[in-house]
């Protein structure tokens, strides 16, 4: 159990040193930076329905296709 303790306490000072270099490492103000993130965060949205339209368009082919119905093939 200290283990696993001492492994979250690692994880939490990690995450906020990590943090805070990166703040303080970064080319833009914070600003900007919610900006560009806010702009690729939509970007990626917009592509994800893009490609969930397409599926759809492509799966309800195929279901018109499946209960079309079929010619009947005479037995040989």
């Given at each position: 159990?200290?283990?696993?303790?001492?492994?979250?306490?690692?994880?939490?000072?990690?995450?906020?040193?990590?943090?805070?270099?990166?703040?303080?490492?970064?080319?833009?103000?914070?600003?900007?930076?919610?900006?560009?993130?806010?702009?690729?965060?939509?970007?990626?949205?917009n592509d994800v329905r893009h490609a969930a339209d397409?599926?759809?368009?492509?799966?309800?082919?195929?279901?018109?296709?499946?209960?079309?119905?079929?010619?009947e093939v005479p037995p040989q």
């Amino acid at each position: 159990m200290r283990r696993m303790f001492g492994f979250l306490i690692g994880i939490a000072v990690g995450g906020l040193v990590g943090g805070s270099i990166a703040l303080l490492l970064a080319p833009e103000t914070g600003e900007e930076l919610r900006g560009h993130l806010r702009e690729r965060g939509q970007n990626f949205f917009n592509d994800v329905r893009h490609a969930a339209d397409e599926r759809r368009i492509e799966l309800r082919q195929r279901l018109e296709d499946l209960r079309a119905p079929r010619p009947e093939v005479p037995p040989q």
